[in-house]
């Protein structure tokens, strides 16, 4: 599977692109998940905030936002992070989260990294390095807990 990996600070997004990724994370987030809440939050256009974008055959199938450090001893934050339901089991989330974490290093070196992850995923992040740091929480009656990778 030849997926086009895009790594996009927010100020390169296309419409289009900003469009597609918007609609994705409405149909998994909102949709999907039953689960109503604001996902236009105001952080996807601002800082040096940035977008992974995977794309097959011109659709995009997988992404994640990642924001940038508010303090400076701060983490980046990965948040966001989808693969389409049509690409699910096809190991997209290990090449989503690998592209994610190449940028966050690329961008913001040596700074830890956090998520909050929907408790369910734990394992699948702790095989990519993450520690839980929180208990778990619920975060639109959905729940989280708080991870993070050194």
Known sequence: MDMQWHDCHHSALTAQQLY?????????FIVEQN??????????LTAENRHILGYLDGKLLAYARLLTPTLEASPVSIGRVIVSEEARGLKLGYRLMEQALNSCERHWPQRAVYLSAQAHLEGFYARLGFRAVT????????PHLGMQKA
């Open 20 to 28: 597609t990724l918007l609609a994705l994370r409405n149909q998994v």
């Open 35 to 44: 689960c109503p809440y604001q996902d236009i939050d105001g952080q996807d």
């Open 135 to 142: 208990e778990v929480y619920l975060e639109d009656n959905i």
